[in-house]
Every structure is written in structure tokens, then in C-alpha cells.
RNA sequence: GCCCAGAUGGUGGAAUCGGUAGACACGCAGGACUUAAAAUCCUGUGGCUUCACGGCUGUGCGGGUUCAAGUCCCGCUCUGGGUACCA
């Protein structure tokens, strides 16, 4: 009979109890088990207060997941379920980003659809999600290829077409308003973010055909087509955006990239550059991402300043539209180079010829009675263009405008945006003086009359000795910004960037060949060299001279391509003491280089740093910078010189890919004009099938191939959105993902609010976080959602680096050598598959069948018996036969010490290598912990009723708080730590009391789910432990009496002595003095002083 | 160059307020149980030194503050990440 029962113990009963922790089919079932009763279902309509926790959704790629990519993810479900227990109504949803290159590059290759591919690769994902045991609610899954999906990004993209920035309200406003503005008064005086436009009044914008009408709102929208110089990979067939290239190549694929202008669909974010900055102060994110925000945005202050040229301009050649009906009547034209604002100034002229032709009969009148100096013998001009408008008349001489205003001025909402105007002309140094017709017409003689007088009361008082400022001069100028006023006195150079647009008519004859020659290497200079180039000086003097504002004295102008065109005004005043790049600019060319600010040394470099005291700096003297700055720019301000100024690097984001696989952008052209396609029609702009994925013969996008990809008759717009658009918004579809009326209902997001944690990658710094905010900001602005952020709380978990292995081959031999032998051969690193190895031993049987041909016949030279391989940190990545599926870990050790090990590796945030080094230990505490609640040697479960010790419950209540503190804080690590301690000394105990297993079960329950389920089921509850409270903290258990003070000596701990802690400090000193052994360390020396900190230390110093 | 983060045993890491450095785990060494293996359990484990008790030393480097420094201050070195002729 012996033989019998031998049988049944040893291979019949671990199959048939509950005895051992059979951890896959508990986890499967436990999966099961939720999915069925939808476990993790969010509520939308719950009285629970709420709690939003969200990863960034993966890119679901055909290679899978690998164990780095839980890692967030594990971290994100811990919160949540701990969450749950504290009575959250949490909302915990997962999705797919799935529009994207991988799956179109593949659908390229095999002319598989990319909607399959996509689809497999997300089924393949799913399960794999699965096997570790999330608490995802699965029923709010979005994906961005879905056309319930994007036909909502589709309509944002609508939204933003149909917006546009007022600068004064500070937020995106209804185009419709902004047309309604137009009929009424035009566009004078709108502070819009938007490019360079035309002024025109309410008659003139009726006037134009609808098609001018468009192409000029086209400049105000927030989604806009506009002429941009992009980031083109003819490789990819794509654009991409800056932060998807790194040092001229591709991000994804390193494929040459090459700067192109086209016709590109752009976001307007720069409108929202300064909200996007000061929103981050607001944010609990991680200082690094801040940062890196911050410096994608760029914001620098510092101020514009004017430097005027000695001689006038050359003439410009090839410009026949100057000799125009405007030269015959005699005007000087080339004054308006200098009053106007030369970016809207060929647009501004047409308007002022119009003008002319076109006058009002009572400014006919004024004309006739002031023309040829006949009013105090004052020259006025008519119709002359200064800064962004036209004045009627003006006198550069008195700095005087006389305007002549229709009735439309005297309408309200006209006079604000007149004020403006005043204010903007004023700052120019232009005092404005306005009549209406109706004064005009009825009283000549009066309007001459008061005209005069002010004509006189000005003469007496502008009898300023300096005549500076706009208009004054003939000859033009060059405009500057810095951000360093206080160095003006420092200038010894002028660099304008090549392709400034003044370079041409500035460069005297002597130095046109060199000048020329050097714009055109430049021009060819693709970015990459630029970039891979900045060491190399280079530059070329122009011939001209400009004059410096304060002293007079000619500055020369060079041309230099370190000057870039696309920031500031594209030119710099070079202030080579104060500037590392002048510094070496001047260096090289011989240039003079006049310290004004003292430090450092000027022989050996440039001293940029913004202290110390400002010297040869006529007004600014002994001034320490910072006062000087603020110094420099009121004067500038006060003698006209310049404004105080605020420029960002962020540009505008552009927002299409000559691509396939993306969201078709809502427009149609109707005479080569975009049309934003209805609302309630979005649902038939669906990606369309198309024979290839390929452009077309003629180099359009793929879209182009579709029979019928047309609207109303109407060609369709063929390209598609950036990978970014779905993302942008993502967050706000999981609290509503079923609506068809809109993209989220009020309801919804008025009780789920912005995220509360979000957990993802930093590589995601600057686009998917900038994007996102900027999205959620305008839908802010047009009463879409409550909030101005997204994202409350950012945590980025550190990378899961691979470790990749290498075995030694000897040379020209089929031999192998272990690590610690190789230095005897000459040998040739050969990557394996790191799952063949354990502790960095080979298993040689494995390796033979790995790939037989290579390992199968070779000779292994072990040491000890061993072939060691040779380690290296890098990417986890096919190509390094690295990757580790979490499915594997999953199989070998169970989801639950899948989802504690990655945990435990180390803090959330940082990055670390992949090492199976350590998960014997988790894994151990997990069969140690479901062993706590089984009898030893039957292995039947059982748990005592009995009342716990005090010992046993200052286990459990230092485990309670440790564990919440450690939640709150992210150190997901350190509270494994503790369940292993807190589980070692409940065993040391043989504890297996409900009222201790029963909370801890709670505490872990978050970290490592399926075991907990079955323990807590195995203890008699019927519900998913889920349901339970997280236990209270009771203080009072942890309270000691007495401690065992270390006691040192001048900070050496020598031994410990038991004091009760309420114990007078004074009688611990003495009792520690008293004692024998601090007597041997006194040497019968007496103690200077004694140190008790109450429950810490006794330090003696001797 | 600039910005941010970091550097602790053979390894991953802990020390949350300036108060016993190295928790927890891996690895390693020794032991128990076993015919054996697996599993499990026990002991030891920063370095140097000592038969031992113990002593000295020790948190990247050099200084400083303090009764007391991994922790605070000053100056460096190195590593990782971001970013760049941005005036």
C-alpha cells in the first residue's frame, strides 16, 4: 500500500489540490472573470468622485509588445485599481494610435490594405495586454483609424478652419464673427495672429469677388494653406514635422530630408505660443519636460532697433511696376520703403494708388487748399503708407497725419479700432488730427482755419534738435532685434542673414561679385551641411555702412549665413565682446571687438554672461546689465529707435502628408479656393480605396488615385493628416466613445474634467504633449471643454533597455570562446538570442538548434565548464535578437510577478536594462505569500480567526502606510520592498490570521491582482476583491516605548543602549555617561558636550 | 556650447526631515532536507585588518558648513537625456 500512496503524492496530488500556486490557470481565470462581469467599467453617471488615469496608446506594430512597453502601464493600473479601493470612479481606458508609416511602408511593399495589417497587428496586441491582467474598461477602446473616430478629428481640423486668433480677447473666435467685422469696417485695426495681409474697409471687402474674399480669410485661419518651406523626405514621400527630424534625417528610418516649399496645409499654434508657456507653470510635470517645452517655444525678449544706412538705396532693377502712373504725379515713392511696414507693403501700395484715383470729394477739397506748401508753407503728402496703414495726408516735417473720416468712423465699435490705429501711429512719433466730411463740407473755411493753428502750436514745439524717427529720413534703414539693448555701444558690425532682403540694393559695386557668389553658395548649401557645418566661418562685406544711433559712427555690414532669415528680422547687430558667434565672427574677418561690459577675458573669448558692470557705454556707464537693459530699451523707445519686443522660435505646425494612411482632410477646391466640406457630410469623407499606395504618375498623393474623390462635384483635398492629429485629442473621445452627435457630449466632460495622472515616454516632450495642449486650449476657446490643460499630472517611466549578447568566434575558425578566454584569440563578436542564455552562461544545447548551420558542428572552449557571454546594454530590438516578450515571462512566471518585477527593477522614472537577474526573488515572494495562507504540510488552505498580537499588527500597519505613501508618491519599487518584508516577518510568525492576511491581501491586490482574487475567493468573499476598501492606518500600533539608541562618539556609533522614549532627555545623558563602556571610549576624558535627539541618536563629543 | 537629470557593494537598488549607509532582492559561499534533482529553509556576504573581541576605512573627485553630511554649500570629473549658429 506504501507504493500506493508514494504514487499518488508524488504525481497525482500537485495536480488535484489547490496545494501549490498554480499561477496560469488562476490568471486566466481571473481574466475571465472580469471581462465577463466588465469588472473595470467606468460609469459616466456616478455620484463617486472621479479619477482619470491614462497611458499614452500604443502604435500597434507588427513586432508585438516587448517587456518594456507594460512598464507605464502596470504602473498607471496599480493606481488605479489603488484608486477603486479608495472610492474613485476611475476611468482607465487603453486604445490604438494606429494611422502611421509602418503599416503603410508594409502596404507599399505587399499592396496588403494597411486597415489589415493594422487590424492584426492590434488583435496581436490585445492578447498580449490581456496576459498581464490590466484593469482596462475595453468597452471605451478608440482607435484612431476608425472612421467613428477620426471623422471627429476631422471635424477639430473643421473647427480650426473655421476660427481664427483675436489678439486682443487673447483667444481663437467663429470666422464668421471676423467676416461680419469686414463688412462692417474692414480690417483696420484687428490684432489677429495671422500672415501678412492687405487693409481694406468695409466697401473694399465687398467689393472683392468671393474668391479674393477667401484667399484673404485664408490668412486668418487657424487652419490655413499657406506657401511654407518644409521638411520633405523623398524617401518617406512625406513631410515631416521639425520634431520628427534629427540632424537632417528622418526620425523614423534616417532618410535624408531636404527643405522644399510647397503648399501646405499649417496649425496656426504659434498664435498660441505665449499661453502654451505660461500654462506649464501650472502643471505637475517633470522639470526636464518643462524645459524642453520651453525651449521648443523660445521666448526671448528684447527689443527692435533701427539702424539707419548712410547712403540711399540702389535702385531696384528689374521692377517695372515702379515706373507707374504714381511717378508721374511727381511723389517720392521711396519714402514708403521707410514708413511702411515692408512686409505688407506691395500690397498696401495698390491700396494707396487706389486711393489716389479714387479720392472722396471732400478730401479732393483739403487736397486742392493744402497741396504745393500753400497752408504755413508745410509740405504734406497724400494717401502715403506708414507702418500698416494709410494716411490721408501727412507732413513728415511736423510729424503731423490729417485724416478726413467718413461716417462709418464714428460707429462705436469703429472707434475702438481707430484708437488703435491712433496709438499705433503715435508710437511712430505721428500726432493725428481728424476732420469728418461733414465738417469738411459744411464749414472749409473753419477746418483751414483750426488746421492752421495746430500747424503753428506744432512748429513752436517740435523744435527738437534731433529729427530722428520714421519719415524723417530718406534713407532706408535696417531693422534688428536683440536681446542685449544694453550692448549697443558694443556694436562694431552688422551681419544680415544671405537671404535678407536688402542685401542686394545695399551691396556697392566693388563687392557685388563676392556678395553674389556668396548668396548663391549658401542658397545651395542643403541644411544638412549647414548643420553638420557650424565651425566653418564664413561671410562677406557688403560695401555698405550703416550709422550707429547713439554715437554716429559708421558701422559696416556683413552678410554671414550664421545669421538665419526665418528668425527675428534676420539680421543682427554684432556685439563680438558680448557674443560667442560675433566673437568668432570677428575673429575670423578681423573685425574690432570693444568690451562694454566688464569681465572675462576679451583676449581669449567672448564674455556672453548677463553681469557685471556696463563701461565705454556713454549713458549706460557703471550700470550693473540688468538695469542697463531696462535703460537702453527706454531710450531707445523715447528717441523712436525701436520698440521693447517679444519673439518666439515656435513655428507653425504643418498638417499634411502627401501620404495614404492618414485622415482625409474635410476640404474641397472650388475654383482652386478651399471649402470646408459640411459637418453632417464628414461621414462620407472616408479614406477611399485605391488601386496602389503609391503617388501618382504625376507626383500627387495617393488619394488621387480614387475614382470619385470628389464633393459636391468639387475635387476633394488629396492630402492627408500627420500622425499627431489623432493623438491630439484622444483623451477626451474615452469619456464619451460612442457619441455620434458629437466628438464628446458636455455631460461627459464636464464630470471627467482633464487627466488626473498620464503616463507615457519622454520622447513624446515636445510634439504629442504640445499638440495636445494646443488642441485643448482652442477647444477652450470656442466652449468645447472646461479646462486649459489636458494633462494635470505627466510621469514618464524611464526606457527598458535590452541587453544584447555576444559570443566570441574565433577567426577564420568554427570555434567559439568563453568571455573570460577570448584575450588568447583573435575573435569577432557575434550577436545571439538573449533568450539562451541565463546569468550570462550560454545553454550551448540551445544555441546548437538555434541556428544549426552556424552553432550545431562548432567546438565551444569553455571556462569552468561554462560558455560566458559577453554583455552590452542598448535598445531592445530585433536586429540585436534581444527582444523579450512579456507573453514568455507571462508562461514561466505568471503575469502577477511579471507585473511586481518590472516594478521592483527600479524607480518608475528611470531607465534600466532588462535583466531576468532578480525575478527568481519576486516570483519567490509570491509563492512565499499564497504559502502564508496554507497549512505546511498538507498544503490545504487554512486561515486562523484568531485575534491578531500587537506585533503582528505593527507589521500589517507599517506595510498599510508604507504602501499608500508609497502609491502617492510613484515609488512603486520601494512597496514591493515592503510586501517582502512585511511577508518575511509574517511568516517568521507563522501568522496566518484573517485579520492580517485579509488587508495585506487588499494592499498587494493592486501590484499583483490574480493571486489576490484567488486568496481573497479562497477566504470566503464572493466578490472581486476589487469591491474591498483600501484599509485605514491606525497610528497607535506602531508607537513604541523605548528605543535602542545608537550612541557615538564625535559621530562614530560605537554601540546601542535600550532607553524608554518618554524618558527626560536629560537622564538619558546621564545614564549614557554613566555607562561602563562609554567610559572606555572617553578614555577618562570628559565630554565637551552630549547630543540626545529623542528616538534618533546620543552623540558624545569628546 | 546651453538646459535638465544623475553617479551608493559583484548586480538592481534603499536610506521621504542632516541623525546607526547598504533596506529589499539577485548573485556568491557554506549548511539542512533528499537515493538524487527540483522546490523549500537556515547562516554568512562593502573593503582592508585581526585566531578572535575589535580596529581602520567607505556613498564619483577636491574643499567647506555642522555635535553629526550619501543628504546642505562652493569648485571639478564623468555618465545619460534634451536642444542648438534663435541674436
Known sequence: MLWLADFFSIFLLPKFTMASYHFNTIEKNWQKFWAENQTFKAENNSKLPKYYVLDMFPYPSGAGLHVGHPLGYIASDIVSRYKRHNGFNVLHPMGYDAFGLPAEQYAIQTGQHPAITTEENIKRYREQLDN??????????????????????????????????????????????????????????????????????????????????????????????????????????????????????????????????????????????????????????????????????????GTSLRFLLTSPLAPLQGRGERISAIEKQGDDEDLWFVTADKKIYARLKEFALENRKNQTFSEDIIWQNIRDRQVENVKFRRQHIIDRFIADFVSFELKLIIEIDGLIHSLEENKISDEIRTGILNDHGFAIIRFTNEEVNADLEGVLSRLRDIIKKTKSTSSSPREKGVGDEVNPHIEVFTTRPDTIFGVSFL???????????????DCKAAVDAYVTASKNRSERERMADVKTISGQFTGAYAVHP??????????????????????????????SRDYAFAKHFNLPIPQVVEGGNIELESYDAKEGQLINSDFLNGMEVKVAVKKAIEKIEAEGLGQGKTNYRLRNAVFGRQRYW???????????????????????????????????????????????????????????????????????????????????????VDYWQNIDLYIGGSEHAVGHLLYARFWCKFLKDIGKVPFEEPFKKLVNQGMIQGISCLVHRVNNENKFVSEGLKSKYETTPIHIDVNLVTNNIVDIEKLRAWRPAEFKDAEYVLEDGKLICQAEVGKMSKRWHNVVNPDDICQQ????????????????????????????????????????????????????????????????????????????????????????????????????????????LILLSPYAPHICEELWKLCGHADSIEKASWPSFNADYLIENEFYYPISFNGKVRFNLNFALDMDLKEVEVQVIANEQTQQYLEGKTPKKVIVVKGRIVNVVV
Open 550 to 579: 547713439f554715437t554716429g559712427a559708421p558701422i559696416p555690414i556683413w552678410i554671414g549665413d550664421y545669421v538665419l532669415a526665418g528668425y527675428g528680422t534676420g539680421a543682427v547687430m554684432a556685439v563680438p565682446a558680448h557674443d
Open 495 to 509: 551681419t544680415l542673414a544671405p537671404e535678407h532682403e536688402l542685401v542686394a540694393q545695399i551691396t556697392t559695386q
Open 662 to 748: 492618414g485622415e482625409p482632410i474635410p476640404i474641397y477646391y472650388k475654383d482652386e479656393i478651399p471649402f470646408a466640406v459640411d459637418e453632417q457630410d464628414l461621414d462620407q469623407i472616408i479614406l477611399p480605396a485605391v488601386d496602389k499606395f503609391l503617388p501618382t504618375e504625376t507626383g500627387e498623393p495617393p488619394l488621387a488615385r480614387a475614382a470619385n474623390w470628389s464633393y459636391k462635384g468639387y475635387p476633394l483635398e488629396t492630402t492627408t493628416m500627420p500622425g499627431w492629429a489623432g493623438s491630439s485629442w484622444y483623451y477626451l473621445r474615452y469619456m464619451d466613445p460612442r457619441n455620434t452627435k458629437e466628438f464628446v457630449s458636455k455631460e461627459a
Open 893 to 1000: 512566471y505568471g503575469a502577477d510577478t511579471l507585473r511586481m518585477y518590472e516594478m521592483f527593477l527600479g524607480p518608475l522614472q528611470d531607465a534600466k536594462p532588462w535583466s531576468t537577474q532578480g525575478i527568481e526573488g519576486v516570483h519567490r515572494f509570491l509563492k512565499k505569500a499564497w504559502r502564508l495562507f496554507h497549512n505546511n504540510p498538507t498544503e490545504d488552505f487554512e486561515i486562523s480567526e484568531e485575534v491578531a498580537t500587537k506585533a503582528e499588527l505593527k507589521i500589517l500597519h507599517k506595510t498599510i502606510k508604507k504602501a499608500t505613501e508609497d502609491i502617492e508618491h510613484f515609488s512603486f519599487n520601494t512597496s514591493v520592498s515592503a510586501f517582502m518584508v512585511c511577508v518575511n516577518e509574517l511568516q517568521d510568525l507563522k501568522c496566518n490570521k484573517r485579520s492580517i492576511l485579509e488587508p495585506f
Open 132 to 301: 498581464i491582467g490590466f484593469s482596462f474598461d475595453w468597452s471605451r477602446e478608440v482607435r484612431t483609424t476608425n472612421p467613428d473616430y477620426y471623422r471627429w478629428t476631422q471635424w477639430i481640423f473643421l473647427q480650426l478652419f473655421n476660427a481664427w486668433y483675436n489678439k486682443q480677447s487673447d483667444k481663437a473666435e467663429p470666422i464668421s464673427e471676423l467676416i461680419k467685422t469686414f463688412e462692417t469696417i474692414g480690417n483696420k485695426g484687428i490684432q489677429a495672429a495671422c500672415e501678412e495681409t492687405v487693409l481694406f474697409d468695409a466697401a473694399q471687402w465687398k467689393a472683392y469677388s468671393e474668391k479674393e474674399q477667401q484667399k484673404i480669410l485664408l490668412n486668418y485661419r487657424l487652419a490655413f494653406l499657406s506657401e511654407t518651406m518644409v521638411n520633405w523626405c523623398p524617401e518617406l514621400g512625406t513631410v515631416l514635422a521639425n520634431d520628427e527630424v534629427k540632424d537632417g534625417v528622418s526620425e523614423r528610418g534616417g532618410y535624408l530630408v531636404e527643405r522644399k516649399l510647397m503648399t501646405q496645409w499649417s496649425l496656426r499654434i504659434s498664435a498660441y505660443a505665449e499661453r502654451l508657456l505660461q500654462g506649464l507653470d501650472t502643471l505637475d510635470w517633470t522639470d526636464s519636460i518643462k524645459e524642453a517645452q520651453r525651449n521648443w517655444i523660445g521666448k526671448s525678449e
